[in-house]
């Protein structure tokens, strides 16, 4: 009888944890809806509701598929979906300075594509890789192309299609990644200079380890200019970064620097303190981060230790920083868009000599998103890059 009381506890037990597990699903799958529903009603609002595209990016989960990616990414950049670049030529390929680098670049990223996808397939999509960045530097004479650019477009091209790409990679180019694109890595120094200042406020003895190691900041230079598509294996993370950081701030990147060396706290201080060993361990980024957590923490470290206030110790005045000085204007600016549902209709009432030449089709737009709807399905296999960082890149920062 003991016995048979005993097991039945345990079944109870059992019984009381599974129902656990399908509340936390059910809850789980109703904030979703709920999310969905709020997505939808503020990209169908007048003007779009930018504040609440924005939160939905940000809040946990992002933005949940790359449909919705498709939908929100473009609205959270300005970009105006019904009036896209026209497909570069290869003409624009011609006589430019940065074609060769980028060409060995695009060479190097096979490992940015999904898994499994034909050969031919992917040297389309190189092709097109090649023509997106090309295009933007023809287009926009004071951008500067830096090695890690291409990991940036390429996330891009997988989600949004080619054209789409164009328009969001520009936009993106003139704001948040402006100071990357200086003639020189000034600017992407003062950027990477807010790190020691975000350790310093919250743990201060994890700063003076890292100064006495005299590790510096190079650790997170390719999380910084790649958003962190260099060198993360699993493409879902790279999209629930992308999410985040298309709706915050243009140094947000550099707070998740932070919060990933905060989250290693206990394995940087039991490593030898010197420059070699800390480097090599930060270096080596894990591929298990919680990140939901880590975005929430660096959200949170943003809203405490705001830029102004770690400006003057990261050397840097805001006057310097272009993507910094513009971002107010830049946020401004995205409030005052239409509904794709208007857009759409100013479009077709428009007499046909007078589309602009780069708008795009229904038809067109259908097509651009069913392929790019697939790469970004498979896309979810995509694996760590296999570039190296050149050494002639490096010796720009000393």
């Known amino acids: 009888m003991r016995k048979g009381k005993k097991h039945q506890q345990q079944n109870t037990g059992s019984q009381v944890n599974g129902n656990g597990n399908v509340r936390r699903q059910g809850e789980q799958e109703s904030r979703k809806r709920q999310k969905l529903v709020e997505i939808h009603q503020a990209l ?7 504040e ?6 940000i809040s946990e989960g992002g933005l949940l598929t790359d449909e919705i990616r498709r939908k929100v990414w473009p609205k959270l950049l300005s970009v105006n979906i019904y009036n896209l670049p026209a497909k570069p030529s290869k003409d624009a390929r011609e006589g430019h300075k940065d074609y060769n680098q980028v060409l060995l670049d695009v060479r190097r990223s096979m490992r940015r594509f999904p898994k499994g996808m034909r050969v031919e397939q992917r040297e389309v999509l190189q092709e097109q890789l090649i023509d997106i960045i090309l295009d933007v530097l023809r287009r926009n004479p004071q951008l500067h192309y830096y090695q890690g650019y291409h990991d940036i ?6 989600v949004v299609g080619e054209r789409m ?13 402006r100071d990357f694109m200086d003639p020189t890595m000034d600017s992407t120094k003062h950027i990477l200079n807010y790190l020691m200042p975000i350790l310093e406020e919250v743990d201060p003895e994890l700063h003076r380890f890292m100064l006495r190691a005299e590790v510096g900041t190079i650790f997170a230079l390719s999380w910084l200019i790649t958003w962190y598509g260099h060198v993360l294996s699993e493409f879902r993370h790279v999209l629930r970064l992308y999410d985040f950081f298309l709706a915050s701030h243009p140094l947000m990147a550099i707070y998740f620097a932070a919060v990933i060396v905060l989250h290693r706290e206990a394995e940087v201080k039991s490593a030898d303190c010197d420059m070699a060993s800390v480097h090599h361990l930060l270096s080596q980024i894990p591929q298990d981060l919680p990140y939901e957590d880590l975005i929430a923490r660096a959200q949170r470290l943003f809203l405490r230790y705001p830029p102004p206030l770690l400006a003057k110790r990261a050397a840097l005045q805001s006057r310097k920083s272009i993507a910094i000085n ?3 204007d830049f946020q401004l600016a995205t409030l005052q868009q239409r509904p794709d549902a208007v857009l759409r209709r100013q479009l077709h009432r428009q007499p046909p000599g007078d589309t602009p030449p780069a708008a795009t089709s229904q038809l067109v737009k259908v097509a651009v998103w069913g392929i790019s709807a697939t790469l970004g399905a498979a896309a979810l296999a995509v694996a760590q890059t296999a570039m190296e960082w050149a050494p002639e890149f490096l010796l720009q920062l000393f």
């Open 44 to 50: 169908n609002s007048d003007p779009v509701d930018i």
């Open 52 to 57: 609440t595209l924005r939160r939905a990016a």
């Open 153 to 158: 477009a390429v996330t891009f091209l997988l």
């Open 165 to 177: 790409a164009i328009a969001m990679v520009e936009t993106l180019s003139n704001h948040h990644l």
């Open 326 to 328: 513009s971002f107010k």
